[in-house]
């Protein structure tokens, strides 16, 4: 089942994109783009989430609903 997990993205003094999460202790990306930080942070997630299902650790992420608003990131 697919969870929602909210991600703060901040851009670097030094040009980098740095990704991290309220919602999964842990979690920190880098990267050269947005882009590139989303995708690292999507396998760190789900890295951490595996640890934890086995140590039994529950994590509280919300649920995809049927419809969401997400913000698209396009380069012109």
């Known amino acids: 089942m697919e969870k929602i997990i909210n991600i703060?993205?901040?851009k670097?003094?030094?040009g980098v994109y740095l990704a991290t999460s309220d919602d999964i202790q842990g979690l920190v990306a880098q990267g050269r783009?947005?882009?590139e930080a989303?995708?690292?942070a999507r396998d760190v997630a789900r890295k951490?989430?595996?640890a934890r299902a086995?140590?039994?650790s529950d994590v509280n992420?919300?649920?995809i609903a049927d419809a969401f608003d997400y913000?698209?990131?396009v380069s012109a």
């Open 71 to 73: 913000p698209l990131i």
């Open 61 to 63: 992420l919300t649920a």
């Open 8 to 10: 703060h993205i901040e």
């Open 38 to 40: 989303l995708e690292i």
């Open 12 to 14: 670097l003094p030094e």
């Open 54 to 56: 086995e140590r039994s």
């Open 33 to 35: 783009t947005a882009t």
């Open 48 to 50: 951490l989430l595996e």
